[in-house]
């Protein structure tokens, strides 16, 4: 049974980096057939896409972070991480990390971390 | 980005209650839609993908409909553990997209 488990800091200062990073058990990140994924959810508000890496190492990302996001992966340790650079208060909100299973769910979330809130603030 | 419209954006019915709910697409997107319920303090959990497939473990009462623009997820009887916050999320082109959600209430 894969489960994803985030961690890191919860409070970062405007205009610092927010650093993440998810660890995946039961499995690893080299697994074809899936996307490894952050989406984060502002207090009261919808889901957003940040982006995903693959088992290959290629990544993609919402536009709309206008290069601030990276995700990278460290296979020998089952993980992956988020690098969110000159924060502000709009990216408070709760991060999750998920599997994208897009060779059998087409594109579906079909596991996710338990979620960690970050807080921007000084 | 392709906008993901669901309505209503709340509704309140009571267990035994059949519930439908309605996300449109700005564009269309195939079958490329999927369904997640979310409870407070929770992650989502994925209830339908690819518009109609239940997923792995979820139970019969939920369905999923719709191909194009318009997509529909139906609850047959509403039962307590239903009570929660629903999202479409479209997968047809980065950057992926969710609706802004309904949230089912007791009534």
């Known amino acids: 049974q894969v489960q994803l488990q985030e961690s890191g800091p919860g409070l970062v200062k405007p205009s610092e980096t927010l650093s993440l990073t998810c660890t995946v058990s039961g499995g690893s990140v080299n697994s074809g057939s899936y996307y490894w994924t952050w989406i984060r959810q502002p207090p009261g508000k919808e889901l957003e896409w940040i982006g995903y890496?693959?088992?290959?190492?290629?990544?993609k990302y919402n536009p709309s972070f206008k290069r601030r996001v990276t995700i990278s992966a460290d296979t020998s340790k089952h993980q992956f991480s988020l690098r969110l650079t000159s924060v502000t208060a709009a990216d408070t909100a709760v991060y999750y990390c998920?599997?994208?299973?897009?060779?059998?769910?087409?594109?579906?979330?079909?596991?996710w971390g338990q979620g960690t809130m970050v807080t921007v603030s000084s | 980005d392709i906008q993901m419209t669901q309505s209503p954006s709340s509704l309140s019915a009571s267990v035994g209650d059949r519930v439908t709910i309605t996300c449109r697409a700005s564009?269309?997107?195939?079958?490329?839609l999927n369904w997640y319920q979310q409870k407070p303090g929770n992650a989502p959990n994925l209830l339908i993908y690819?518009?109609?497939f239940l997923q792995s473990g979820v139970p019969s009462r939920f369905g999923g409909s719709g191909s194009g623009t318009d997509f529909t997820l139906t609850i047959s009887s509403l039962q307590p553990e239903d009570f929660a916050t629903y999202y479409c999320q479209q997968s047809y082109s980065i950057p992926s997209t969710f609706g802004q959600g309904t949230k089912v209430e007791i009534k």
């Open positions: 690819a518009a109609s």
């Open positions: 564009q269309s997107i195939s079958t490329f």
């Open positions: 998920a599997r994208d299973d897009y060779g059998g769910k087409g594109d579906a979330f079909d596991m």
């Open positions: 890496i693959d088992y290959s190492g290629i990544t």
